[in-house]
């Protein structure tokens, strides 16, 4: 599952620990591991006969596929990090919400995305505060970009997220790629806004 040797070590000297339940507990995740990778497998495949004229993909199947190479780039890039602080099944269920947004929604939630890097250039660049208004409509509009792939709304995770915004220099320089300090900010906005 990714997790540290020491981490593993620390886990089996628990005297609460329960090498049956854990085992099922890593075998339920090996099977929703094998099912991901059967899917992107089958369109990988898909995408070479495509790209070879030998079959023609609808646009709902380019969709999805689309869909699960996000996924894929994300638990790359995070996963581990994502799955030790919300556990696995917190995030299955985000990828599983990926998966079933439509087309509509999927589009409005990277267009709401887009408002929000915007947003935060422009808070920066005036040197807004994160604890007035600007900074409140920031951390509402991030609030409702978790709603379209989280599972259900924590404010004590969204702000552990917004934490690993400044902590973790792959989430910092996502947000700060354009303009420094937007990371700060929108972590700034989260912790004075939400509760």
Same mark, same amino acid.
């Given at each position: ?105 999927? &589009?409005?939630? $990277? %267009? @709401?995305? #887009? ?12 040197? /807004? ?44 320089? &996502?947000?700060? $790629? %354009? @303009?420094? #300090? ?12 939400? /509760?």
């Amino acid at each position: 599952m990714g997790l540290e040797l020491s981490t593993i070590e620390g886990i089996i000297k628990d005297p609460a620990f329960n090498p049956l339940e854990a085992l099922r507990a890593h075998l339920d995740h090996l099977y929703k591991e094998e099912q991901n990778l059967r899917l992107l497998i089958e369109t990988v495949k898909k995408t070479i006969q495509m790209e070879e004229g030998k079959i023609r993909m609808t646009d709902q199947e380019k969709f999805a596929a689309l869909k699960r190479e996000l996924i894929e780039e994300n638990e790359e890039k995070y996963g581990k990090e994502l799955r030790e602080k919300y556990g696995d099944k917190t995030i299955e269920n985000s990828n599983q919400n990926m998966l079933n947004l439509t087309a509509k929604e999927y &589009y409005a939630m $990277k %267009e @709401l995305e #887009g408002k929000i890097l915007e947003a935060l250039k422009d808070a920066v660049t005036s040197g /807004a505060s994160a604890s007035d208004a600007v900074g409140r409509d920031i951390a509402m509009m991030h609030k409702e970009w978790l709603a379209y792939t989280w599972p259900s709304y924590d404010p004590k995770a969204h702000l552990g997220l917004a934490e690993m915004y400044v902590a973790d220099e792959r989430f910092q320089s &996502y947000y700060d $790629k %354009e @303009l420094p #300090g937007c990371a700060k900010f929108l972590r700034d906005a989260i912790c004075a806004h939400i /509760a």
